[in-house]
């Protein structure tokens, strides 16, 4: 954990195996059973947030990408006398 100053309090309340598990776990790793509820819950906050975010910019992406077929825009003419080099490279000119 970070040296940060810790300012805030969770409280919970859970069932005596689960607190008897979270109690093994953390000292099976050497941390304060609050140290490592805190890892533990950084972790799934963490995933949870950047599944959203892939979620969210895979479907902004792709109503981007469905957008610009619908509405495909004019080539420009760097597009022309790109494609133009790329036949004559490719012997299709």
């Not at 805030?8 to 689960?18: C, I, K, T, V």
């Not at 941390?31 to 599944?51: G, K, P, T």
């Not at 469905?66 to 299709?92: D, L, T």
Request: aromatic content about 4%; overall charge neutral; proline content about 4%.
């Amino acid at each position: 954990m970070s040296t940060e100053l810790k300012k805030e309090r969770l409280d919970l309340r859970l069932p005596p195996a689960a607190k008897t598990q979270i109690e093994k776990a953390a000292e099976l790793q050497g941390r304060s059973v609050s140290d490592f509820v805190v890892a533990a819950a950084l972790a799934q906050a963490s995933q949870v947030i950047e599944q959203q975010m892939v979620l969210k910019l895979c479907l902004e992406d792709s109503m981007a990408l469905a957008e610009s077929f619908i509405n495909e825009p004019e080539p420009n003419k760097k597009a022309i006398e790109a494609a133009r080099r790329y036949r004559e490279r490719m012997g299709q000119a």
